[in-house]
């Protein structure tokens, strides 16, 4: 068990590079593929590999790791939910992300990143990507459906922008299914992702201020809020 | 006194399973009610039979409590303000369903789930639960009403997410008094059990980089947040 | 100085219960008169004067607490702005209930209700008083507006609920500088107030689970959240 | 070092009065120039000159401080990420007015001010004058764009007020590129200043709660919420 959990060990240590640039690679070709509309047919073909590529080394990094874990599917299936949903929609992968982000900030040991600073650019990474892919599938979706209010990229990203604050002004929304479901999404990750930065903006806050009223009796070391 | 608390204990242990069961019996058939307007009739009246049944179930439950707890009908009624509210609309059911679900979770005996995880499903169950109610009620008052906006149970589902999570986009919204005190009743539920669910996720995201923190130097309990 | 104290001290003990009356005479009197447009000339006037002779008391109790204090106006205001502002604008008063509030739960002497519940009583008693205010103030500048939206008290408690809870649909929106600049008012309360409540909401849920968690190993005493 | 730091420590005490005066006149410069559109041109001109003047004095204070702190410029800018910003765009000047607010309240010597209280002052404040920055910002873009429902003054602050509450009701929204952006910036303060601001006004008033329940037993202090 312990020479299996090593093995697994070295596997996601080794993995973890290559999976985040696969990560960006879909959602960099997915990007093209939905925005460039009039790029040349050769191109269009260049991005649908990029994409199906990086899919394919998702699917082989899940298939490893099930084998390393010893467990039936279903097992590992319940014990791995946000893994198997990554799988099935890696435009999520940015959900996976806090690994990588840990893994580069260790790297540079700079430990100048206090606790609340770290959950708030985690946290603001990780929905600002997300946003970004919701973006562009809204914007897929939508363009061309009838009755359509979001018929621009840039109408798309005010629409992201307006939902995942919760503000919801409603002058542009989705009209199809699809449109709707990704909406939905964005709102549960715009509600809990964005809560933890503000909750933690807030307590960053705190904290600030009671540090300075402990500047003027020297000595005692800064205390939690 | 003690002997009628174990008395009501054991009610309690026995009734719970029924009543859930009956509770979900009561949405399944609302919803199918509400939903399948061209069924023949003989099955809307079993939906409707079903609909009463688990509502007598409730009322009798009601009563034998009432008994069991030696109070007049009044000082119970104070004690138990919520479930006397659950009781006349039984659509609210999945607000005492905290019991039910902690059964189920201690009977499989896995305490895998931490303080944090726990708070989040209770109440985002809860608040999936109470939005269905609430989008089929919504549905069922709006869809025909003059100037509704509202037309398809998709509309409403849609709003009903909408309005959760605070985001109100304003491009469809119930006209009716009955569909407004409706969105009245699940606004209160969105603020209250979302914020509970996006609360209990921040304080997790830090407890688990407050972890983080604390794996290079070994032997120390993780610390709360 | 001890003497003065004890004087004021005295001098609000005596006048809680006068001004908690003479603050809900004037909100009904303000609301028959906004809301009750064919009633009687005669009752009017009735409900002008109960509204003036309750503003009359508000101005002698400020004046006396003023006397009272030993304190110039202009130093007694800096210390009183709420105070000050409540004179000014006493459908505001709910702001102040707090104390008279928390004296009633005293007098039954019942401590029954823990810190979190009392918190949310006390915010969502305000907020529902000032709620009721502002929509009364909204319905009353708005209903003869031209292009008004919000054209019964209907339309303005509607759009009050979906104000303090930030949905905001857009439906109906004040469009004169006076109800806009209430409706600032109200998103103010809404957020400050309704915060306290759901933040109180959510720690005493997680407080309902910790203390679940530690009722099997018995004797402790249920642990802060 | 240590030489180098009083240094930086003496320009810093020094500058902050005259930063804060040119930060004022820079908004009021601004806030003319956009508001009194049929000024005579002579008076637009010195509007224009006050804001050009306060912006070479952010640079002076920029450059100095680059060289007092004995960097290079990317390493500089690299730890001094707001100061860039805030050099740049200037109206985004409110964010680094902690200290100048600290050093005001310090200077009374009134410790009158909680922790909670200083919290929600600071954050509110800054929220003001942000709010503020931004509803002139979008006016001048928006009021003579094809299209536009942001026509006056107005309309802004009205708007400004329902995105920082995030209630968004969307009778009025932005319709440029450039009013666009602003509304992103301004919803992001809103979430994170005002998610401050009813933090700490919901912990306060737990506090107060907390405190009134141990005023019967005398002599414990106050504890922590």
Redesign the interface.
């Given at each position: 068990m312990n020479d299996r959990q090593r093995q697994r060990e070295r596997w996601e240590r080794r993995t973890e590079t290559p999976l985040a640039v696969a990560s960006l690679a879909y959602l960099a070709g997915y990007a093209v593929r939905v925005l460039a509309r009039d790029l040349p047919p050769g191109w269009r073909d260049v991005c649908l590999a990029v994409v199906l590529a990086a899919w394919a080394l998702f699917a082989v990094d899940y298939a490893v790791r099930l084998r390393l874990s010893g467990l039936g599917p279903l097992r590992f299936l319940r014990g791995h939910v946000l893994d198997t949903v990554v799988l099935v929609l890696p435009l999520l992968r940015p959900l996976r992300m806090?690994s990588v982000y840990?893994k580069v900030q260790r790297r540079r040991d700079r430990a100048r990143l206090t606790?609340?600073a770290?959950?708030m650019a985690?946290?603001g990474l990780t929905v600002a990507l997300l946003g970004f892919a919701g973006a562009l599938t809204v914007y897929h979706v939508e363009y061309g459906a009838p009755g359509a209010t979001i018929r621009t990229f840039?109408d798309s990203v005010?629409w992201t922008?307006?939902?995942l604050?919760?503000?919801?002004?409603?002058?542009v929304?989705p009209v199809t299914?699809v449109g709707?479901v990704t909406?939905?999404g964005l709102?549960?990750c715009?509600?809990?992702l964005?809560?933890?930065?503000?909750?933690?903006?807030?307590s960053w806050?705190?904290q600030?201020?009671?540090r300075?009223?402990e500047k003027r009796p020297p000595g005692n070391p800064p205390g939690a809020s």
């Open positions: 806090v840990d606790l609340y770290r959950v985690y946290a840039g005010w922008c307006a939902t604050a919760t503000v919801g002004y409603g002058d929304t299914p709707r909406a939905v709102m549960a715009g509600l809990a964005l809560g933890a930065v503000t909750g933690s903006f807030s806050l705190i600030v201020f009671t300075e009223d």
